[in-house]
């Protein structure tokens, strides 16, 4: 899913001030910067024509969906093309339905196939009313010319007060687009003549607006060529999350063929690290072709293995027991008054009704977690572990715990280090649950939430997932792809530390395409106010591809993070923590995890110690 912001937004004042005669004259623009918002505009910059303000489907131009027998009602490319109305509803994207993406509550038009549901962005003002993080669209690009590149456009966000910023919206192409970063991907392509079978895109694109101030409409981009169209189906503030912090999380590395599993209940065991009054979980159907179901889901603090200390206590989604996620969507849980402790392991029990045979997971997880067998039905209020025969090393579906109130979260951006890869088994010994004890031992900066958004194998450029479809490549879409879903979209994230890069040295990468790779997150953090901390690269000579020449783009990466340039807010040298000086390649035997590119508890404490927790806070 491209959830990114590009370029550089803006915002702005008129001011009035009275002449020597005491008439009112309209002063320059002045720009006024904001924190953890969009940059300002160029003074003086010209506003754009005054507009009514109107719904966005008021200002639907174009009919992109068709149903399968009636190919040629809709014409979304200029040439014929259209989405196929029986693929939208197989995805479980029918007409009105909310489709929660990143925290924004977008919604597939109303519209029925053949008419119009769509708008092709050329610098409408669409009424959008309400605050939040950052504002998210439901796009695709198009070229009459066939399938093309992506199509981008400056439009403008004008707020209650009076001011205004700008933003980059950038729509891949409907066709091209990288299946990466999409939000659903369509296995047709419907055209005058009947239907192919290609697939067709649709994408979530996230960009900042000014946190805290009141939205009053949007002007959408004018597109940068004639020739291509860029489409806006819907469009969402993402509400705040200041009531919120983050206290587990774990990113989707990919979606695996499962079973099939037949009316099982999941019990999902994880550690979290801060602790509140209330909770709510995360549920994702992220890469998926089609809907999944939710019987009934629960959560408990963990007694012993698969037993609960306590009653669980039933979970609901808008007030019902029961979900279904459409394809590439998430749901939160109601908000539930249950007390979860801080550094505390809960059982999330998931009871999936149906027949289950592919499954978004986060794959490596160094805990084991438990299922029913077949036909077990729900037992999600069970308190006794006896119906959970099977042991489960995946945390299918589940991707976020939160805690009411808390000071907000820090994010480690990370691979098979970060995920705990050669630590203690069920020991909860990865670096961010030993920087989170560190946290809540001190009181000289927050306690906030450490989420752990490691994903084992994954790269800082390259996607090793390639985002469609079952894969038995369960290493994630590269950290730039995912960054706005497993970061930017955390509740109430105030801090990134990026650690990886590893495994794009290994794999033949370049230290300048990593590099560069890093200036764009920490670019496109800063952009949405998050704090950003990058830590060094640590040895992996010994292990079988880590050569002379990754070594050298490894030292490389470093060099440029130690010597910063005012990229990133504060630098921690995980490398220096734990190399050993006499071979400066390796690390030192008493933190190797036994293959000489993951570290044990004794190196995982070492990342953790070399955090410096007063540069976490801005």
Not at 222 to 236: D, N, P
Not at 300 to 306: E, F, N, R, S, T
Not at 393 to 398: K, R, V
């Amino acid at each position: 899913m491209l959830r990114t912001a590009h370029g550089t937004a803006h915002t702005e004042r008129r001011h009035r001030r009275r002449g020597a005669a005491g008439a009112v004259v309209v002063g320059a623009v002045c720009a006024v910067a904001f924190a953890n918002a969009p940059a300002l505009a160029r003074p003086g910059a010209p506003a754009e024509p005054a507009k009514e303000p109107l719904p966005l489907e008021r200002l639907f131009d174009n009919k992109a969906v068709s149903d399968d027998a009636r190919p040629r009602e809709a014409d979304f490319d200029g040439a014929g093309g259209s989405f196929s109305a029986q693929d939208l509803a197989a995805a479980g994207w029918t007409p009105g339905r909310e489709l929660p993406v990143d925290g924004s509550a977008l919604r597939w038009p109303r519209s029925a196939p053949g008419t119009p549901d769509n708008v092709r962005a050329a610098g409408q003002t669409v009424r959008l009313r309400g605050r939040g993080d950052a504002l998210t669209f439901l796009v695709a690009g198009s070229a009459a010319a066939g399938p093309g590149g992506d199509v981008s456009g400056t439009g403008t966000v004008r707020y209650g007060d009076g001011s205004r910023s700008t933003y980059r919206l950038t729509a891949p192409d409907w066709r091209r687009g990288p299946l990466t970063t999409k939000a659903v991907g369509l296995p047709h392509l419907n055209t005058p003549g009947g239907r192919r079978t290609e697939t067709t895109r649709l994408h979530a694109v996230t960009v900042p607006v000014a946190r805290g101030r009141e939205v009053e409409s949007v002007v959408l981009p004018q597109a940068s060529r004639a020739s291509t169209g860029l489409h806006v189906f819907s469009m969402a503030l993402r509400a705040p999350t200041n009531e919120w912090t983050g206290s587990w999380a774990a990113p989707t590395s990919g979606y695996t063929a499962v079973g099939p599993w037949k009316d099982r209940t999941l019990r999902l065991v994880v550690h979290g690290s801060a602790g509140g009054p209330r909770t709510r979980i995360r549920l994702e159907n992220t890469f998926a072709a089609e809907p999944v179901r939710i019987g009934h889901a629960t959560v408990a603090v963990q007694g012993k293995g698969a037993a609960a200390a306590a009653a669980p206590r039933t979970l609901t989604f808008g007030g019902k027991q029961a979900v279904v996620l459409p394809a590439g969507t998430q749901r939160f849980s109601d908000p539930l008054g249950f007390t979860v402790p801080p550094d505390t392991s809960l059982l999330v029990s998931i009871h999936l009704p149906g027949t289950v045979r592919a499954l978004p997971v986060h794959n490596y997880t160094n805990q084991r977690s438990y299922l029913t067998a077949d036909g077990g039905g729900d037992r999600t209020a069970d308190r006794a572990a006896g119906a959970y025969t099977g042991t489960l090393a995946t945390w299918p579906l589940l991707t976020g715990v939160d805690v009411g109130g808390g000071p907000g979260s820090v994010v480690a951006l990370g691979d098979s280090i970060t995920d705990g890869e050669r630590s203690t088994p069920d020991a909860n010994g990865r670096w961010p649950d030993l920087l989170s004890r560190r946290l809540r031992a001190q009181h000289a900066v927050p306690a906030y939430g450490v989420l752990n958004s490691g994903i084992s194998g994954n790269r800082v450029v390259d996607d090793r997932y390639q985002g469609s479809g079952p894969s038995t490549t369960l290493s994630g879409v590269s950290a730039g792809h995912r960054l706005e879903r497993d970061v930017l979209a955390q509740s109430q994230a105030r801090t990134v530390i990026v650690f990886e890069g590893v495994n794009d040295i290994r794999a033949g990468t370049t230290a300048n395409q990593v590099i560069a790779a890093l200036r764009s997150i920490a670019e496109r953090a800063h952009e949405r106010g998050l704090r950003v901390i990058a830590a060094t690269i640590a040895p992996c000579g010994g292990f079988y591809d880590c050569t002379a020449t990754a070594d050298a783009q490894r030292t490389a990466i470093n060099r440029h993070i130690r010597q910063n340039g005012g990229v990133y807010d504060a630098v921690f040298d995980f490398d220096a923590a734990i190399r050993d000086p006499q071979h400066p390649e390796r690390m030192l035997p008493r933190f190797d995890g036994g293959d000489h590119l993951h570290p044990n508890d004794a190196g995982m404490k070492a990342f953790a110690d070399a955090v410096d927790l007063r540069r976490l806070v801005g």
